[in-house]
Structure formats: structure tokens, C-alpha cells
């Protein structure tokens, strides 16, 4: 009876061993996918528009679009866009994704990400030649 016992306790450490892996795999996982997502369509939607003829209401819409076309997921992510301004180059947005875990607990995640063009002013310098 004791060896049974033991062995039920053993099999019930194992499986919440796995299901907390799992959860935390998943976390880690949906957070790296919407960070990179992020990044990449805000850089892209920065160089493609940036001083162009589309209103910032237009970007917002392209960008909005294009974070739920590229985000694969189960469930809807939220967006908020902060800040568009095509004419000074910047681009702010906070992403708030809600999901369930394998032990039927649920979980969101969020990313905040700011994009902004820097630009260099290079002075030329006229090179003296010898005399």
C-alpha cells in the first residue's frame, strides 16, 4: 500500500513538473514571437512611409494590419497605437496578447516598443592640397 501510494505521489510531481515547464515554454515563447513581430513590422512600416504621402491615420491603419497578419496565435492580440508621426519619424505601440496555459490558467503578455529615425548631419570638409 505504501509503494502505492508513493508511486500516485510520483506520477502527480511528474505531470505538474511538465505542466509547469510547458507554461513557462509557452510564456517565453508568445513573448519572443510578439517582441520580434514588433520590431520588424515597425522598422518596415518606418522605412516604407516615413515622409511619404500617406496620412498618420493611414500608418496607423497599415500598421495595425500588419501586426495581426503576422502575429500567429490563437488569440486576438490587443494593439494600442501611442504615437505616429510620419513627418519627425517615430512610431510608439503597446501589444497586450491573452492566452492559456496547458494547466487551464490564463495569461497575457505585453510589449511596448518605440521606433524613432535618427538622422546625422555630416559636415564636408574640403581637403587642401599641397602647394
Do not use: W
Not at 509547469?20 to 517565453?28: G, N, P
Not at 500598421?63 to 486576438?76: A, G
Not at 519627425?88 to 505585453?110: D, Q
Amino acid at each position: 500500500m505504501k509503494n502505492i501510494v508513493l508511486g500516485v505521489f510520483g506520477c502527480l510531481i511528474a505531470i505538474y513538473t511538465v505542466l509547469s515547464c510547458l507554461s513557462i515554454y509557452s510564456i517565453s515563447a508568445r513573448k519572443n514571437e510578439m517582441e520580434n513581430c514588433v520590431s520588424q513590422v515597425l522598422e518596415q512600416n518606418l522605412k516604407k512611409y516615413y515622409r511619404g504621402e500617406h496620412t498618420d491615420a493611414e500608418v496607423e491603419a497599415f500598421v495595425r494590419q500588419d501586426l495581426l497578419q503576422r502575429m500567429y496565435s490563437d488569440s486576438k492580440p490587443e494593439i494600442t497605437i501611442r504615437c505616429c508621426d510620419m513627418t519627425n519619424g517615430m512610431i510608439s505601440v503597446h501589444v497586450t496578447e491573452s492566452f492559456g496555459l496547458p494547466g487551464g490558467y490564463r495569461k497575457s503578455v505585453s510589449c511596448d516598443k518605440t521606433i524613432i529615425v535618427e538622422s546625422e548631419t555630416v559636415e564636408e570638409t574640403e581637403s587642401m592640397e599641397g602647394t
